[in-house]
């Protein structure tokens, strides 16, 4: 394993007690993931409350997943070591479903155009959190048509039978896609999204149909 990988440790954690503790912990997770993949650590709050501190990973490609330590955890080495192997999987795991969901992204902005030269494309950010990675962001779209509105929005990467789920939404519409093997399906009847498929739900979700 690499032992070079950036770390960044904020003012406000060197100022505390449990300084030490964290540039231990910082160490220990470079022994185990590559140069490529940066850490970031900073004070937070766990799911339940409880001050302690965040470690986010970040790769070379945009891809980021976190997870939470409280402060007396950072003393068990093993027990670093094993939240660092969990997080470095869910992190290449985050990374493609971030690109897949890009792409689709992408394929949307070309599609929706044969609606007309009116419709508005709004790029968005979605903040996200899953137990398997934490904090992480993924790419979204508002579209807007006359008097209609639809959303695309990332739902989560991990869903049960599939890689990811995104959802097409409008004023009385909600439309559930689920990522399989590159390919994304509507679950409504399994059918592959391709640009027929998709206009036809842009325009239920926008109110044209």
């Known amino acids: 394993m690499n032992t070079t990988s950036a770390i960044e440790i904020t003012e406000r ?14 160490e220990a997770v470079s ?4 140069s490529g993949i940066s850490q970031e650590w900073d004070l937070a709050k766990d799911s339940e409350g ?5 470690l986010r ?5 945009g891809g980021e997943a976190t997870t939470d330590f409280l402060p007396g955890e950072l003393s068990i080495v093993r027990h670093v070591e094993e939240k660092t192997r969990r997080l470095a999987d869910a992190l290449g795991a985050v990374t493609i479903w971030q690109s897949e969901v890009h792409t689709l992204c992408v394929r949307i902005r070309e599609w929706i155009r044969e609606l007309g030269e009116d419709v508005y494309i709004e790029a968005e950010t979605v903040a996200l959190h899953e137990p398997q990675a934490g904090h992480y ?7 807007r048509f006359g008097v209609g509105e ?3 929005r990332p739902v989560a990467r991990w869903v049960v039978g599939a890689n990811g789920r995104v959802d097409f939404l409008g004023s009385e519409e909600r439309f559930t896609l689920i990522l399989i093997e590159s390919e994304w399906l509507w679950v409504d009847d ?7 498929l998709f206009l036809k739900l842009a325009r239920d979700c926008l109110g044209l149909a």
């Open 13 to 26: 954690i060197r100022q505390t007690q449990i300084a030490d503790r964290v540039v231990a912990a910082a």
């Open 31 to 34: 022994r185990l993931v590559s």
């Open 50 to 54: 409880r001050e302690g501190v965040r």
């Open 57 to 61: 990973l970040t790769d070379g490609f």
């Open 137 to 143: 962001r993924a790419d979204g779209l508002r579209i």
């Open 150 to 152: 639809m959303v695309v």
């Open 190 to 196: 399994m059918a592959i999204l391709d640009r027929d």
